[in-house]
């Protein structure tokens, strides 16, 4: 999920993609964030939220 959230969040920066893209990524994102079975041990929930904030900017 770290991985995922910071891969993510250079796509966003990155000057050629668009915004209709990015309810896309929350959706599959907050697939994966809302899974009762994994417990998040590195950080990751700061991580998205780094990148939503990012969209967020945009």
Same mark, same amino acid.
């Not at 590195?42 to 990012?54: N, S, T, Y």
């Given at each position: 999920?770290? @991985?995922?959230?910071? /891969?993510?969040?250079? *796509?966003? #920066?990155?000057? #050629?993609?668009?915004?209709?893209?990015?309810?896309?990524?929350? @959706? /599959?994102?907050?697939?994966?964030? *809302?899974?009762?079975?994994?417990?998040?041990? @590195?950080?990751?929930?700061?991580?998205?939220?780094? *990148?939503?904030? /990012?969209? *967020?900017? #945009?």
């Amino acid at each position: 999920m770290a @991985h995922v959230s910071d /891969a993510i969040d250079e *796509l966003v #920066k990155n000057p #050629k993609m668009n915004g209709s893209a990015y309810v896309a990524m929350l @959706h /599959a994102l907050w697939f994966f964030y *809302l899974q009762p079975a994994y417990v998040f041990i @590195h950080d990751e929930e700061e991580r998205l939220l780094v *990148l939503i904030f /990012a969209m *967020l900017e #945009k």
